[in-house]
């Protein structure tokens, strides 16, 4: 019997753009690719898998 994985806390993705895409990683947890582009705080959460961006700006 698989068990789900369900991932607790939040993961923060550190992105060299701000404009990047994300799909959940594909698999069970995958969802439709959709692009989030991070605000002024540098930050987006994806609506789909919650998963926390954080842009990192190079200066
Ligand atoms: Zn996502």
Redesign the pocket.
């Given at each position: 019997m698989l068990k789900p994985e369900k991932k607790t806390g939040e993961q923060e993705h550190n992105q060299t753009s701000k404009r990047f895409f994300?799909?959940?990683?594909g698999g069970a947890l995958g969802?439709p690719l959709?692009w989030?582009t991070c605000g002024q705080y540098g930050t987006v959460t994806?609506?789909?898998?919650?998963?926390k961006f954080h842009f990192q700006q190079s200066e």
């Open positions: 994300c799909n959940g990683g969802h959709i989030l994806c609506p789909y898998c919650s998963k």
